[in-house]
Structure formats: C-alpha cells, structure tokens
C-alpha cells in the first residue's frame, strides 16, 4: 500500500487547477469519495477525489478560500 | 509533603483514597483494619434489607499470567442486620473521627423506606449518604440497583426523596450498563445529589469451565451474570468520569472509581475531574496496606511537580478532552525505528503488515544485518507498532512537521466550510 502516492497525484490535480485560476466551487462528497467542481469564471472541472489525505488538502484550500474571502462563500 | 487533605460535597478526609463500598466494607473490624492502614474514608458495604447470598461468589480473569486483570463478583448487598451495621459504624467512627465514613444505601423504590433508612443510618454518625443505583446483579431483578440506576426518572426521583430527609451528603452511585453515564448523572444532580461516584461494575460473565461447561463461577451448575471491576474496566471508568466532568450539567463533585490500583490511577482520574477515588479490587488482591504506597506515590508525584495540595490536580485535564469532531485533523505522528535498540522481533513489521498501513520495511544495512525502516509519508500515526514493541525505546512516536495544507482543521470546522457551500 502506497497511499501516500495516491494523495500525490490528487494533490497535483487539484494544484494544477488552482495555479489555473480556478477555485472550488461544491463539494458533493459520498460512498465513492469526494466529487470536487473547481470553477475559474469561465470554465468548469471535477475531480473525484478518494484519498483521505487529498480530501483533507482540498478542505484546508477551502478554508484559504473562504479567508481570502473568493468566491463561492456567501 | 503535599497536602493530601480532600473534600467531596463536603466530606473531608486525610487523603484521597476511600476503600468502595463492597466486600472490604462489610464490617467494622474490616474498616478498622483499613483505617489502621491508612484509607482516607470508606463507603460501608450497601445496607438495606438483609439479603441471602450464593457461594460461590468471585472470579478473576487471568491475562497472560496477569492475576486479576479483571474481576467478577455475584454478592449482593450486606447479609448483616442494619443494627449491627450501624453499631459498627458508630464505633468505628468513634475510633477514627477524622476518616469519612459513608453510609451506602439501597432500599425499593418508595419514599417511606427511603426515609426510613436515611434516617437510622445518619443517625449513626455518617458523614454522608451513598445511592446504590448501580449493583447489577440479584438486587436488579428486585427493581433496585442498576434497575434503578437505568431509568433517569427513578434516579431523580429516589434521590429527591433522599434528599428530602438527609441532613449529611448525598452522593448518587451510578451504574455504567447504561448508553451514557451523562443522562443519569444528569438526573442525580436534578433531584439534589451533592456528589456522583461512578463507576459501579458492569455486567459480566466471567468465563466457561472448559472441562465441565460451567459457568464460572457457578452456583450447583448453574450461573448469572455478575459485576465486573477491577484494572480491565479503568479505561471505561476513566471515560464516563471525564465525560460526566466535562458535562456543563453536571455541576456536582465526582468520586472516582474503577480499576484505581495504584496512585497512577488516582491521579489520571483526578487530572478528569474526580475530587478522590474509590478503590475496591486492588485491596481485595493485595491487602489494605497497598495503600501505604498509594499515599507515598501520589506524595512523591506532588512533590515532584511541585505541587502543594492534590486538590490542585482535580480537573486539569479536562479541558483536554472533547469531542472527536474538535480533534485538529492535519495533526501527524509517524513512527521512528530505533535500530540501535531494535531487537528484530519483527512485531511492528507483522502488526503493520497484516492489521495497520503497511508502512514499515525490512532492509540490510550496508553490513547485511536485518534493519526495519517507517515509510514516515505512508504511517498514519496509529501507534500499533509502538504499541506491540516489547523494547522500550525501540519505537518513538514523533510529530511530523507541517507543511503546507496540514494547518490545523477540525472535522467540524470542515464541515461547517462546506455546509456554506452555495449548492448545499
């Protein structure tokens, strides 16, 4: 078991798509894992995220979001 | 020295260490003897109407090699006539005037008797009253004990009607064969308790004869389940004590008891809120003078974090302990291989492989031997294989540093983030 790689290349999916601009936009999260939309404005993305690891970094980059108060928070 | 002097509701004794109520209670030779030994107090064997007891009536669990890992009893309360308890009570209180002397009492669920009992036995000199709303066995089918002790209602109820006719403190005892402790403890301290002690013992069947089928212990062949205590039942007892002392509602002191064998546990239940500790089991195995050395550990302890009263430790830990959803999720520890102290047992490699997070590789070293090595990015820090080392000092447990995105987040901050999600 490498769950470590795992986490690595969903850390770099979510990475990618952040240094694109995008940001997360809904979180639908059930027994296949986490379904995350990223957004940038014009374009939309979805990534099944299933690593425990990787579903932690995608709530701390929520939690970046929401203090530099980006969209999608109301 | 530290000052070991406590007080629960009121109730002062030279030290925390009070002997439960049960066997070691049952007469005033035996808390003579205890009190002779050293013991801070002692809630006396549960009166009410003389029972008929079984024989036989004990049994142990043995651990690998460990006597008294866990013990089970199916006594019921005192066989002894309430005049003679008193009697004894009022002479050994007379002996030992600075010690606590608890009356614990247990009668059916109606308020005259209730009276009635409160009555005559603080007549005799206690220094306060204890509920028996936790013995499990034999009196629960009579709708007393833990019959009671289960029903949040009754525990109100009885413990109102205590209230009405005691003069001294009432401490509520409460039975752990319930899904949460809070709800009863709860309900004591609505109905006027002063004080809650917990834990009673918890149902139990000691064990199977393997040659003859029996129950053990059994009674001509026949058993019923019994009361289990002693160091098995700690965590449990630890748990329930530290959750009724976080408690907001519960604004009463708390006796601690279950699995205190040491001064060790004495401590860690009064770090969870207890104001003292009760101690069954461990005099039942080791004889009233184990508390000579419970009084010198715990003196030794104070005096070494230099501390002044043991009052001091009551609740300092209780901050510490909360709910899981408050735990910091992107908080890690990873295991760390001493090599040099390793034995090459290979227990942490097997307990990793087969039941953990297969983390931990067998390598050479540059000589050939066999060394074993974490993979620290795949250890999830869940201790197994520090756990299993029988070497001391072979396996650390050490705080990874954080990196970016391990800031510290709770599972509820998280949840909270995306219930504020637009689509939610």
């Not at chain 2, 049960?22 to 030994?37: D, H, I, K, L, M």
């Not at chain 2, 308890?85 to 109606?110: C, W």
């Not at chain 2, 029996?214 to 959750?243: D, F, Q, R, W």
């Not at chain 2, 069954?280 to 004889?287: E, K």
Request: aromatic letters at 6%.
């Amino acid at each position: 078991m490498h769950e470590h790689k795992e986490f690595l290349e969903e850390k770099e999916q979510i990475d990618r798509l952040i240094n694109n601009g995008f940001f997360i936009t809904d979180v639908t999260e059930n027994l296949e894992g986490a379904f995350v939309q990223f957004s940038n404005g014009a374009d939309t993305e979805q990534l099944h995220i299933q690593s425990a690891s990787a579903r932690k970094y995608f709530s701390f980059l929520l939690k970046k979001q929401k203090e530099d108060t980006i969209s999608p928070f109301t | 020295m530290a000052d070991l002097t406590t007080s629960l509701a009121g109730i002062t004794s030279p030290n925390p260490f009070w002997l439960a109520s049960a066997p070691p209670t049952n007469s005033g030779y035996q808390v003579q003897r205890a009190f002779e030994a050293g013991w801070g107090g002692a809630v006396w064997k549960t009166m009410g109407d003389p029972i008929l007891n079984v024989s036989s009536r004990f049994a142990s669990t043995t651990f690998n090699g460990q006597r008294v890992a866990g013990f089970n009893n199916i006594e019921l309360i005192t066989d002894r006539s309430l005049e003679a308890n008193l009697r004894e009570i009022e002479e050994t209180k007379r002996k030992f005037p600075d010690r606590a002397i608890i009356g614990s009492i247990m009668v059916e669920p109606q308020q005259e008797k209730w009276h009635e009992i409160v009555k005559k036995v603080e007549a005799a000199g206690v220094d306060g009253l204890e509920l028996n709303f936790g013995c499990p066995h034999g009196m629960a089918e009579r709708g007393m004990g833990s019959a009671s002790g289960q029903v949040p209602e009754l525990v109100e109820k009885q413990t109102s009607w205590v209230k009405e006719a005691a003069q001294t403190p009432v401490i509520v005892k409460l039975t752990p064969n319930i899904t949460d402790i809070t709800f009863t403890a709860q309900a004591a301290v609505q109905g006027g308790a002063d004080a809650v002690s917990m834990i009673n013992t918890i149902n139990s069947l000691a064990g199977v004869d393997l040659d003859t089928w029996n129950t053990i212990p059994n009674v001509a062949g026949k058993g019923a389940h019994g009361g289990y205590c002693g160091p098995a039942v700690k965590p449990i007892a630890l748990n329930m004590v530290s959750e009724s002392a976080r408690h907001p509602e519960i604004s009463v002191p708390i006796s601690g008891m279950g699995g205190v064998s040491s001064w060790k546990e004495a401590v860690e239940f009064m770090l969870m809120g207890a104001s003292n500790v009760q101690v069954c089991t461990a005099a039942m195995h080791h004889g009233f003078r184990i508390v000579e050395d419970m009084i010198d550990g715990l003196n030794n302890y104070l005096d070494e974090k230099q501390i002044y009263s043991v009052n001091q430790l009551i609740g300092q830990s209780v901050p510490k302990f909360s709910d899981w959803g408050e735990l910091d999720l992107n908080y890690r520890v990873v295991a760390r291989i001493n090599n040099d102290a390793c034995i090459n047992c290979n227990k942490c490699h097997i307990a990793c492989e087969d039941t953990s997070h297969q983390c931990i590789d067998m390598h050479k070293d540059d000589q050939g031997n066999d060394i074993l090595q974490v993979r620290e990015e795949d250890c999830v820090g869940c201790n197994l294989c520090s756990i299993v080392c029988p070497v001391d000092g072979a396996i650390d447990m050490v705080e990874a540093p954080r990196q970016t995105g391990d800031e510290p987040m709770t599972w509820n901050e998280r949840q909270s983030l995306l219930s504020l999600m637009p689509a939610k």
